[in-house]
């Protein structure tokens, strides 16, 4: 009892054209055709997202610096100057 014959979708078809008319009905189709398909592309490009192997904004590196050598002035020093 739970599946739909043929007939019933029959009417189910008339009155949706009849609600709707003849002319909605390919431009509903064809922006639900659009809708699908961006969201085909946008699910694969966020699957895509988490697959890349180089990161973009990743740490750089930086240029070798030579240690420098402070000395110390002591107080001795400038007592005897």
Known sequence: MG????WH???VLVVVVVLFGS???PEA????GR???IFKSEMAEM???GNDKKPADGPKELPA????????VTSDEK???
């Open 47 to 49: 699957a895509n997202d």
């Open 79 to 81: 007592k005897s100057a």
């Open 23 to 25: 002319k909605k009905l």
């Open 65 to 72: 610096v030579e240690p420098t050598v402070q000395v110390d």
């Open 3 to 6: 599946a739909l014959s043929w």
């Open 35 to 37: 809708s699908m398909r």
């Open 29 to 32: 189709a064809r922006g639900l």
């Open 9 to 11: 979708w029959a009417i």
